[in-house]
T-cell receptor, first 117, second 116 residues
Framework: GAVVSQHPSWVICKSGTSVKIECRSLDFQATTMFWYRQFPKQSLMLMATSNEGSKATYEQGVEKDKFLINHASLTLSTLTVTSAHPEDSSFYIC?????????????FGPGTRLTVL | GDSVTQMEGPVTLSEEAFLTINCTYTATGYPSLFWYVQYPGEGLQLLLKATKADDKGSNKGFEATYRKETTSFHLEKGSVQVSDSAVYFC???????????????FGKGTKLSVKP
């Protein structure tokens, strides 16, 4: 149980285009979903937290107009990187809480590697 | 603010060796503590957790004890296997921290390589 999927697993796009990444909780209803960014050989940095039906809460320094988050249902959240640039290339990971582990346990997706040319 | 510090890697061990990965934390409240593991090419998986002082989390032969007096949550395994090769992240969730509710604060990760 507590499986989280992400799609796509990797994407390459041209500078200036937008990319959408989906995060789904497959076997539980996620009250909260989180989006992280992981740079090579570094830890995960929280970008934003989203609750179903509410606006996302962004961490300091994260541009909300650039990283659009939509949490349309209890099983789906999307991250759209708008007008992507090479510096946005990174590994984006989502997680979800609300399964049997309770609200303080997050279950992570496999991540999406974004490369912006 | 809250933070997690874990030993820097990489750590290279022979199969069946004893493993310790140190993790210490600072927190304003009473956090829950976690160890996550990231196998090559995969996402993070919850390995174990402890929610209060003196709790011991255990899974797959790994264990860690929540030590409030030393603000530590060291990960141990008595006999590692090649399949344990991965990056291990220590993390905390502090409900009294001024960040988003339930958000995790991660250490930088420790890469473990186990040789046959």
């Amino acid at each position: 149980g507590a499986v989280v999927s992400q799609h796509p697993s990797w994407v390459i796009c041209k500078s200036g285009t937008s990319v959408k990444i989906e995060c789904r909780s497959l076997d539980f209803q996620a009250t909260t979903m989180f989006w992280y960014r992981q740079f090579p050989k570094q830890s995960l940095m929280l970008m934003a937290t989203s609750n179903e039906g509410s606006k996302a809460t962004y961490e300091q320094g994260v541009e909300k107009d650039k990283f659009l988050i939509n949490h349309a249902s209890l099983t789906l959240s999307t991250l759209t990187v708008t007008s992507a640039h090479p510096e946005d290339s990174s590994f984006y990971i989502c997680s979800a809480s609300g399964g049997t582990g309770g609200t303080d346990t997050q279950y992570f997706g496999p991540g999406t590697r974004l490369t912006v040319l | 603010g809250d933070s997690v510090t874990q030993m820097e890697g990489p750590v290279t061990l022979s199969e069946e060796a004893f493993l310790t990965i140190n993790c210490t934390y600072t927190a304003t409240g009473y956090p829950s503590l976690f160890w996550y593991v990231q196998y090559p090419g995969e996402g993070l998986q919850l390995l174990l957790k402890a929610t209060k002082a003196d709790d011991k989390g255990s899974n797959k032969g790994f264990e860690a004890t929540y030590r409030k007096e030393t603000t530590s949550f060291h990960l141990e395994k008595g006999s590692v296997q090649v399949s344990d090769s991965a990056v291990y992240f220590c993390a905390l969730s502090d409900p009294s921290y001024g960040g988003s509710q339930g958000n995790l604060i991660f250490g930088k990760g420790t890469k473990l390589s186990v040789k046959p």
